[in-house]
């Protein structure tokens, strides 16, 4: 399909799905990534997105639901230096790679960040002990299902569009768009910072395990949904631990790992923002 058959074609795509195409907007990446988007009514948006995705195979398009429309991801990595070559990379890196790079930096940080004594260190590497998850699970049994934390930054709350791109894979999504920008991450010296990369490593980890997909993407926060999440309570240990070392703001809205392990990993739905 050539560019200028583009937007017809997308046209035609969502008026298969129920969607009024009239409204489509479309702009294009500093790489120079086609963007489409409509707005969606928020009880319409997970069942319209799903449709969508259904089609993927077909069509090469990737639905996501966002609050920002074509004009705002447009901007995304709008006057930094890009290497074309940065998602092939990313690609490149094995998924359980990066997921035990992050919790080993998680750990490194425990003892340089932390206050210098032995029982504040042993505490936040506990945080990143599978083991020790586990028993707290039992320990300190959660009251109930709490979904409360879907309901900040906008990951669930009022998704006003719904946006479409070229792509293989949701985890491509972070190096394609820029997002989400994790600026308040801080491990360890030798692993300072999230980067794109990480995103797509920890992201296609969960999509291969679990058939954890992007379903929201904002530029602080992500919302995936998970085909087959984990039951067995070492595995939900496992995956907490890799949540809270990816994004260990949970602890804002949900709490300590082993939270994370009752509360989060079971569920259908994953959240996360940095802020």
Do not use: K
């Amino acid at each position: 399909m050539t560019e200028p058959d583009r937007p017809a074609a997308v046209r035609r795509l969502l008026t298969s799905v129920g969607i009024d195409a009239t409204t489509l907007a479309a702009a294009v990446t500093a790489d120079g990534l086609p963007v489409y988007g409509v707005r969606v009514e928020t009880a319409r948006a997970a069942e319209l997105w799903r449709r969508l995705r259904a089609r993927h195979g077909r069509t090469g398009l990737l639905p996501f639901l966002s609050r920002e429309g074509p004009a705002d991801w447009a901007l995304s990595g709008e006057g930094a230096p890009r290497d074309p070559d940065r998602l092939a990379a990313a690609l490149a890196r094995p998924p359980a790679e990066v997921v035990n790079e992050l919790i080993t930096a998680q750990r490194a940080g425990s003892s340089e960040y932390t206050i210098p004594d032995q029982e504040t260190t042993a505490y936040h590497l506990g945080l990143f002990d599978v083991a020790h998850t586990r028993e707290l699970m039992d320990a300190d049994p959660a009251e109930g299902p709490w979904r409360r934390h879907s309901e900040f930054g906008g990951v669930s709350r009022d998704p006003r569009w719904l946006c479409l791109v070229p792509a293989r894979a949701s985890f491509e999504l972070p190096v394609l768009l820029d997002a989400p920008h994790a600026s308040d991450w801080h491990a360890s010296r030798a692993h300072p910072r999230l980067t794109e990369a990480d995103h797509v490593g920890v992201l296609r980890s969960w999509q291969e395990r679990f058939g954890a997909e992007i379903r929201y993407l904002g530029p602080v926060a992500l919302g995936l949904v998970v085909a087959e999440p984990p039951t067995r309570p070492a595995e939900l240990a496992r995956v907490a631990v890799e949540q809270f070392a990816y994004c260990d703001d949970l602890d804002q809205f949900i709490g300590e790992p082993h939270r994370v392990a009752q509360l989060q990993v079971p569920t259908d739905r994953w959240y996360f923002w940095w802020d």
